[in-house]
């Protein structure tokens, strides 16, 4: 069974930092490129970064781009989603997700990201 | 980046009517990589659509999408009461965006 599960969300201050973790499971984890989605409360998805299944290459959208760093350790089977600066407007729930095809579309439970002082 | 509107924000429907969603993308999308996904509360999104038209597995046949170029429709034929979320198209042609929702509640 695949499983992805999200972690290291929580409360953090306006300008602070947080690193969130997905551990993948169930499935080749180093073969499959990864992504995080974002959710700020009652709205909707947001897609904030990708990477590559062997690190090469990474995407960041506009929104998070020189604050927010994508990493992966396919030894650990193991997504990071290191965030600087944090806004309020980064506040939100963040799914991390493997979504390479039809037959291939996991979502983890999501982790809560709280921006307030 | 390719931008999508879906129409309406909110539909209000009784079960065993037709619901029909709009995706309607700024620009040209292959309808290889044009997706219709469902999120309950409190729940990660799940696939229903890929392909625009291909049912993901499992996915009752009340369920259809079709469309091209830059308009693209789900349609459930009758809703069941499980059917009452938010569903979102996404597009994966030109990296990856969502569009905004369609909430489809009980009337």
């Known amino acids: 069974e695949v499983q992805l599960v999200e972690s290291g969300g929580g409360l953090v201050q306006p300008g602070g930092s947080l690193r969130l973790s997905c551990a993948a499971s169930?499935?080749?984890?180093?073969?499959?490129?990864m992504h995080w989605v974002r959710q700020a409360p009652g709205k909707g998805l947001e897609y904030v970064s990708a990477i590559s299944s062997n690190g090469g290459s990474t995407y960041y959208a506009n929104s998070v781009k020189g604050r927010f760093t994508i990493s992966r350790d396919n030894s650990k089977n193991t997504l990071y989603l290191q965030m600087g600066s944090l806004r309020a407007e980064d506040m939100a729930v963040y799914y991390c997700?493997?979504?390479?095809?039809?037959?291939?579309?996991?979502w983890g439970q999501g982790t809560l990201v709280t921006v307030s002082s | 980046e390719i931008v999508l509107t879906q129409s309406p924000g909110t539909l209000s429907l009784s079960p065993g009517e037709r619901a029909t969603l709009s995706c309607r993308a700024s620009q040209s999308v292959s309808s290889t990589y044009l997706a219709w996904y469902q999120q309950k509360p409190g729940q990660a999104p799940r696939l229903l659509i890929y392909?625009?038209?291909s049912r993901a597995t499992g996915i009752p046949d009340r369920f259809s999408g079709s469309g091209s170029g830059t308009d693209f429709t789900l349609t459930i034929s009758r809703l069941e009461p499980e059917d009452f979320a938010v569903y979102y198209c996404?597009?994966?042609?030109?990296?990856?965006?969502f569009g905004g929702g369609t909430k489809v509640e009980i009337k």
């Open positions: 392909g625009a038209s």
């Open positions: 997700a493997s979504l390479s095809s039809s037959t291939h579309n996991y």
């Open positions: 169930g499935f080749t984890f180093s073969s499959y490129a």
């Open positions: 996404q597009q994966y042609g030109s990296s990856l965006t």
